[in-house]
């Protein structure tokens, strides 16, 4: 299912409980479909600054901005914050949980059953949505417990993000097996359910910063032209600069990581209206997290030599007009620090207001969303979240000063 069909099937969900609503309202009248959001200052999609606006919604959609409050509306009062829209997270692993428990350590936990980890990575989710992250892309989970959370959160029976998933990822063979066929692997990987198809292009994660490239040229245009077939879109993750390149060269629709970008990688992704994810945030919480993880000493310093590789390349990128998405590749703890990526993109050049696009505009688009997601204004869906202090002059506003969030209508942290 492509992202816009995913859109369709709950649109038609969300005319069976419109439905609903209707019915309760005949036998309820206290029950207020419509909600009018007093705002002291919200984020217009062209990202200026208007006061004192009124944001009406009708169960999960925005339907106006002015400035009146239609009678009979519930009114929340926001009088003290800047609004801005809901935020998307472009890269999240929602099931990797650990409990933290004494004497034990994130990674090789004993193997629960999928349905266990279901219900414990509900905390991952919840965590997210107090960063104003109202939408993730989760790239990469086993067991299918990615599809049972997009479904559970999309049935209103679990509170988090909503979530585009991609599935287990897809990556090379262990050395001396055959090469498989990776057309084969993608059609595989959209049957199951996956809404995008993830393929690991190199090795590199946690504490290794490996950039071997593992798949070659031909192998990721396989499978990207097979999903592309299918009309589903395709992230590959690559540490090292030879997979960006060709990752970018096979019509990847994103591409996540990398470091050491040659200016003739970074003017085919501008041409190519390629994402690029950098997830230079993820290897700060590594360094952070290594006590946690138990990482070796000697695994620090490559750690953060590739943090300042990965934060030089995402400087010439976004000179050179690259479109740059947050994404955290947020694992275990580091759900709740979701946004800590826009930090990274200022140091790199942008501006606040271009700093929050890789979260709302850019991610939107990339998503297949452009037209409900990322933006405050009538017709996209009513996700909202509510800050201190103003966003556009100091980024760690939406890092560090989110009160209040609303998805899709409904009120999911509230911290006034
Ligand atoms: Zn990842």
Do not use: C
């Not at 409990?99 to 279901?118: I, K």
């Amino acid at each position: 299912m492509t992202p816009s069909q995913a859109g369709r099937v709950r649109q038609v969900g969300l005319v069976g409980m419109v439905g609903m609503v209707g019915m309760m309202l005949t036998t309820t009248p206290a029950f207020a479909a419509t909600t009018a959001i007093k705002a002291g200052r919200l984020i217009d999609p062209s990202g200026r600054v208007v006061t004192n606006a009124v944001i009406v919604i009708d169960n999960d959609r925005i339907t106006s901005i002015g400035t009146s409050v239609p009678s009979g509306a519930e009114v929340i009062d926001l009088g003290r914050f800047t609004i801005i829209p809901g935020l998307i997270d472009l890269h999240t692993h929602m099931t990797y949980y650990w409990d933290r428990t004494p004497g034990t350590r994130p990674l090789n936990q004993p193997r629960r059953p999928a349905g266990v980890t279901t219900v414990l990575a509900a905390e991952n989710a919840r965590r997210t949505l107090e960063t104003g992250v109202t939408t993730v892309r989760d790239l990469g989970a086993s067991n299918e417990v990615d599809y049972a959370m997009r479904d559970l959160i999309d049935m209103g029976k679990m509170v988090g993000p909503r979530m585009f998933v991609a599935g287990q990822g897809i990556s090379a063979p262990r050395a001396g097996a055959p090469a498989p066929d990776y057309a084969q692997l993608a059609d595989a990987r959209v049957a199951a359910g996956s809404d995008w198809v993830k393929i690991y292009g190199s090795r590199g994660s946690y504490q290794s910063v490996d950039t071997t490239q593992t798949l070659t040229y031909a192998e990721m245009k396989a499978a990207v032209d097979a999903a592309h077939a299918k009309h589903h879109r395709v992230a590959i993750h690559s540490y090292g600069p030879s997979g960006v390149k060709d990752a970018v060269r096979a019509g990847a629709d994103s591409v996540e990581h990398g470091i050491d970008l040659d200016d003739e990688t970074i003017a085919d992704m501008v041409a190519r209206g390629t994402v690029w994810v950098p997830t230079i945030d993820h290897n700060r919480y590594y360094v952070d997290a290594k006590d946690e993880f138990g990482f070796a000493p000697d695994t620090i310093p490559p750690l953060q030599a590739y943090i300042e590789r990965n934060l030089e390349s995402t400087k010439r990128a976004f000179k050179a007009g690259v479109r740059i998405g947050m994404g955290s590749d947020a694992v275990y703890t580091m759900f709740g620090q979701n946004t800590r990526e826009l930090r990274w993109f200022v140091r790199a050049g942008m501006t606040p207001a271009q700093a929050l696009a890789t979260a709302t505009t850019i991610p939107a688009a990339l998503l297949g969303h452009e037209e409900d997601l990322g933006a405050l204004a009538p017709g996209y869906f009513a996700d909202l979240v509510a800050v201190d202090g103003d966003p556009l002059a100091d980024i760690d506003a939406v890092i560090n000063q989110v009160r209040w969030v609303m998805k899709g209508g409904t009120v999911v942290v509230d911290k006034r």
